[in-house]
């Protein structure tokens, strides 16, 4: 089992949908969760840190299950220019080190 | 300011040569970080310095050498590379090399060895 595991993709959405992305972790006793994006050709840049609380930035939504150790990203009201391949990233057994997850890439049409 | 500048953008080396990647910061960051990314895939974790000492190396070839002159530049030395190295090489930084630090990128030196 891989230690951080995404919905394959690609989605493929129109302007204005409402897309979600699922990502499981292996290791219970991980603490630090993000959401990366990353373009074409580009560095990842962090989206957001995901919160046990959960947490909102505008339209994007993301969501910790401890519990079920499950991190979820919610993207409402898609724009063109959110196309991009999303990484769910978890902190490893060692200061410093993220797990990544295979990304999900997201297409959204006009 | 969230910025690391990486120099060169690109760079074509042959196998035989000898080059250097370059990373800098100005954030104060005490935790800097080497990736490799090949396409479609996400990056690999090569090397973590912490306060300017090698604290975690995932077993890379040594023809790949970290260097971290002072807490703002780190450099990776290459030599005798193979063309399965050709990737996007990223650095990263974070304020300490923690559970709970956020890393940011840099743009990455896109590399071909030929």
């Known amino acids: 089992r891989k230690e951080v595991e995404q919905d394959p993709g690609p989605f493929n959405v129109p302007e204005g949908a409402t897309v979600a992305f699922n990502c499981t972790y292996s290791?219970?006793?991980?603490?630090?969760f993000f959401w990366y994006r990353q373009d074409c050709r580009k560095e990842p840049k962090l989206l957001m840190s995901?919160?046990?609380s959960g947490n909102e930035d505008g339209r994007f939504t993301a969501q910790l299950n401890r519990a079920s150790q499950y991190i979820s990203l919610l993207i409402r009201d898609s724009k063109l220019s959110d196309s991009a391949t999303y990484l769910c990233v978890v902190n490893g057994d060692q200061g410093g080190k993220l797990i990544f997850g295979q990304g999900t890439e997201l297409s959204v049409k006009p | 300011d969230t910025e690391v500048t990486q120099t060169p953008k690109h760079l074509v080396m042959g196998m035989t040569n000898k080059k250097s990647l370059k990373c800098e910061q100005h954030m104060g960051h005490r935790a800097m970080y080497w990736y490799k990314q090949k396409a479609k895939k996400p990056p690999e974790l090569m090397f973590v310095y912490s306060y300017e000492k090698l604290s975690i190396n995932e077993s890379v070839p040594s023809r790949f050498s970290p260097e971290c002159p002072n807490s703002s530049l780190l450099n990776l030395h290459l030599h005798a590379l193979q063309p399965e190295d050709s990737a996007l090489y990223l650095c990263a930084s974070s304020p300490f090399a923690g559970s709970t630090d956020t890393q940011y990128f840099g743009p990455g030196t896109r590399l071909t060895v030929l």
């Open positions: 995901v919160y046990s």
């Open positions: 290791n219970s006793a991980s603490q630090s």
